[in-house]
Structures are given as structure tokens and as C-alpha cells.
């Protein structure tokens, strides 16, 4: 039955849904999610998309036999195609089928949820001493350098301790490397994309995920709003967050 809302004459329906109702619900939502976000052909079955959506979902690619599997429980749970039901999936199931919905269809924001808001950024011209300085005072290990209002890449303490010991093993003095040497002269010998990359203000923690997964070298993702390089910095995630993200979907 139902009852009318107090404040409406919407009908509000209080009767409880079966399992196999929660199930197909979630499962016509992900087919629908994954063919819509990805612009898969509608009539393409659900495990091959899911298999196709395995390249640019982490969360896809995790759950990925849990999905197939799901497609083949959702055709022995109904008869035809006209969702007539002949069985009732286990309670675990419907939980796991509804949380990975949830992952897909409304993932957290990882602006909201996991990047670091209050961006502390050094400038290009800044000497080493004085970097390594900020760093250690700041406890952060990875500072975005701005030439101007350009990001031009990250400052990272141990690719400045690397560059330290070899500057001295060369024979170089530490005074000349901590006085002499820019910040942006070490990144022009080090730096390139692959050690950072910008995303805008909408990346969910899913996709920042997924783009460590795919770049090892990834020191930083820097959030800001357009995903643009000589943007304000809205927040900032490094490869310290991985686990932390991991949780984060674990428990949403």
C-alpha cells in the first residue's frame, strides 16, 4: 500500500521492494550508466559492455567479475523480456549489485571527499634552499610551481634529493645547488606530463584513481576548474591519497 505525503498528494510508496526488483533496478542502472557515459551502442549486450568499460572504469575494472557474473544471475532471475520474475537473488548480492550502482551512477567527488584544498605552491624563481625549506616546514612533498599564474610542474623532495646527490657527486658544492639553482632550472631537466596532470572541479575519486592506476610516475593531480594549467588550484591529490581513495570507495 501507500500513503499520501503531508505536505503533497504524491502518492509515496511504503511497500518494500523484493530482492529481485532491487537487483534488476541496479542492474538496468549500470547497463544504462556504462552505454550512456561511454557511448556504447544500446543494443549492446551487458557483458560486453562491461568488458569494454573494463579500459576507462576503475570501479568497472574491479567489480569487473562481479558485473558479468550479474549479467548471467539477471537472465536466470527473469523469464523472457519482460522482467517476469522466477527467482529471488541473496540478500549479499542485492547489497554488492546496489553499492557498485551507487559507485557508477553517483561516485564521490574526490574535491569533496579527498583533495587536499589549501594548495600550498612555491614560484619558479624561488632557490632551492628556499624550497626545500618550504617543504620541510609544510610536511607536504609535492608543491606545484608557478611561473606567473602558470603551473609549470611539481616540486617533488625526493626528485630534489636525487638531484642534490648527484649534484654533489659530481663534485658539485651544496651552496651552489641550494643558492645557485631555480627551482624551474631542476624542473626543466626532470619534468615532464607524466609526473602531474590537471583535472577539473567535477573528477570523482573513481577517475583520479584510475589515472594513477594507468601512470605510475603520477606525483600530483591538480584539481581546478576547468582542468586548466593557469587556473587557481582548487585542491591537490598525490600518490599518498591512492589508499586513502581506495577506502573511500570501499565504504561508500
Same mark, same amino acid.
Given at each position: 500500500?501507500?500513503?499520501?505525503?503531508?505536505?503533497? =498528494?504524491?502518492?509515496?510508496?511504503?511497500? $518494500?521492494? !523484493?530482492?529481485?526488483? &532491487?537487483?534488476?533496478?541496479?542492474?538496468?542502472?549500470?547497463? *544504462?550508466?556504462?552505454? /550512456? &557515459? *561511454?557511448? %556504447?551502442?544500446?543494443?549492446?549486450? %551487458?557483458?560486453?559492455?562491461? &568488458?569494454?568499460?573494463?579500459? %576507462?572504469?576503475?570501479?568497472?575494472?574491479?567489480?569487473?567479475?562481479?558485473? @558479468?557474473? *550479474?549479467?548471467?544471475? &539477471?537472465?536466470?532471475?527473469?523469464?523472457?523480456?519482460?522482467?517476469? @520474475?522466477?527467482?529471488? $537473488?541473496?540478500?549479499?548480492?542485492?547489497?554488492?549489485?546496489?553499492?557498485?550502482?551507487?559507485?557508477? /551512477?553517483?561516485?564521490?567527488?574526490?574535491?569533496?571527499?579527498?583533495?587536499?584544498?589549501?594548495?600550498?605552491?612555491?614560484?619558479?624563481?624561488? #632557490?632551492?634552499?628556499?624550497?626545500?625549506? /618550504?617543504?620541510?616546514? #609544510?610536511?607536504? !612533498?609535492?608543491? $606545484?610551481?608557478?611561473?606567473?599564474?602558470?603551473?609549470?610542474?611539481?616540486?617533488?623532495?625526493?626528485?630534489?634529493?636525487?638531484?642534490?646527490?648527484?649534484?654533489?657527486?659530481?663534485?658539485?658544492?651544496?651552496?651552489?645547488?641550494?643558492? #645557485?639553482?631555480?627551482?624551474?632550472?631542476?624542473? !626543466?631537466?626532470?619534468? +615532464?606530463?607524466? *609526473?602531474?596532470?590537471?583535472?577539473?572541479?567535477?573528477?570523482?575519486?573513481?577517475?583520479?584513481?584510475?589515472? %594513477? +592506476?594507468?601512470? !605510475?610516475?603520477?606525483?600530483?593531480?591538480?584539481?581546478?576548474?576547468?582542468?586548466?594549467?593557469? =587556473?587557481?588550484?582548487?585542491?591537490?591529490?598525490?600518490?599518498?591519497?591512492?589508499?586513502?581513495?581506495?577506502?573511500?570507495? =570501499?565504504?561508500?
Amino acid at each position: 500500500m501507500g500513503k499520501k505525503d503531508k505536505n503533497s =498528494e504524491q502518492i509515496i510508496d511504503t511497500v $518494500p521492494k !523484493s530482492n529481485a526488483a &532491487r537487483f534488476l533496478s541496479a542492474f538496468n542502472n549500470i547497463d *544504462y550508466a556504462l552505454k /550512456t &557515459r *561511454y557511448n %556504447f551502442n544500446r543494443s549492446m549486450g %551487458f557483458s560486453e559492455a562491461v &568488458r569494454k568499460a573494463v579500459a %576507462f572504469n576503475y570501479t568497472v575494472r574491479k567489480y569487473e567479475d562481479d558485473l @558479468i557474473g *550479474y549479467g548471467r544471475l &539477471r537472465n536466470a532471475i527473469v523469464h523472457d523480456n519482460n522482467d517476469f @520474475i522466477i527467482a529471488e $537473488p541473496h540478500d549479499d548480492v542485492v547489497e554488492k549489485i546496489e553499492k557498485i550502482e551507487k559507485l557508477l /551512477t553517483t561516485p564521490p567527488r574526490a574535491l569533496e571527499v579527498v583533495a587536499r584544498r589549501d594548495v600550498l605552491a612555491v614560484q619558479s624563481s624561488m #632557490s632551492m634552499r628556499e624550497v626545500i625549506c /618550504t617543504i620541510a616546514s #609544510s610536511g607536504y !612533498s609535492n608543491l $606545484p610551481v608557478f611561473k606567473g599564474n602558470e603551473i609549470i610542474g611539481v616540486a617533488n623532495g625526493q626528485k630534489i634529493i636525487d638531484a642534490f646527490g648527484k649534484h654533489l657527486l659530481s663534485g658539485g658544492k651544496a651552496e651552489s645547488f641550494l643558492d #645557485s639553482v631555480k627551482i624551474e632550472d631542476m624542473l !626543466s631537466k626532470i619534468e +615532464h606530463s607524466d *609526473y602531474y596532470a590537471f583535472a577539473n572541479k567535477d573528477i570523482t575519486v573513481e577517475q583520479a584513481l584510475d589515472m %594513477f +592506476h594507468k601512470n !605510475s610516475k603520477m606525483l600530483a593531480i591538480l584539481v581546478t576548474q576547468n582542468g586548466g594549467a593557469r =587556473e587557481k588550484p582548487l585542491g591537490i591529490m598525490t600518490a599518498a591519497d591512492v589508499m586513502k581513495m581506495n577506502k573511500i570507495l =570501499e565504504n561508500y
